[in-house]
């Protein structure tokens, strides 16, 4: 199952902590921003699935900081803030940002918003995104992202961690793979599987993800 990542962008201690504690407590990832002199640069390194804004934060503002992060993804942000007034849900909005929650919040009605998002994001059948853990395979461009860095993919490189990323947590056998790459095909050398998977983990590891695809000696592959 994956796990998806939320950073918390709140300069207040206690809202923030609230935020973070309820967030892991519900199955999610959360990681709380301290230090907002390099809050851009943080959210490219961490590649958050999902971002709860303030407006009102130390040097600059929300506003200002959704309009830049629009510029490198479409990460869905959730305003939560204390500010209630029209022009500044409708700033959110005309800014990028996909929902505006005013604090105090319900927990509820914060935790629903934020599932509902995720879902529409990362469900397969609408978009061509995958999350695992602290990674994301993007399907339409053959590119898996790491910690704001990218590798690009081939098409059987693709496929093979398409198919683990939808079982992730499950052991692939070699041969349910092999059928998967080539379609049946007859006569496909079973190297060919290993040659692409030690591709794989060096194109991983270039990018310091070591270890991510594991074999099970006579049973096969998993992440």
Known sequence: ??????????????????????????GYDAAAVSDFSETITEVKKQAPHLILLDIKLPGTDGFS????????SDVPIVFVTSSNTDMDELNSIMLGGDAYITKPYNRAILLAKI?????????????DVLP???????????RLEFNGQQIDLTKNELKIL???YKNAGK????????DFLWDN???VDDNA???????IRDKLASIGLHDFIKTRHRQGYFI
């Open 171 to 178: 052991i692939c056998p070699r041969n349910d793979l092999i």
């Open 65 to 72: 900081l959704c309009s830049e992060i629009r510029t490198f």
């Open 115 to 127: 599932a509902s998002l995720l879902k529409r994001a990362y469900s397969a059948g609408h978009q």
């Open 193 to 199: 599987l290993s040659v692409n998977v030690n591709r």
């Open 1 to 26: 199952m994956a796990v998806y990542k939320i950073m918390i962008l709140e300069d207040d201690p206690v809202i923030r902590t609230e935020l973070k504690n309820m967030l892991c407590g519900n």
């Open 132 to 142: 695992y853990q602290n990674t994301c395979l993007h399907l339409e461009s053959g």
């Open 185 to 187: 095909q007859l006569y």
């Open 162 to 164: 398409y198919y683990l």
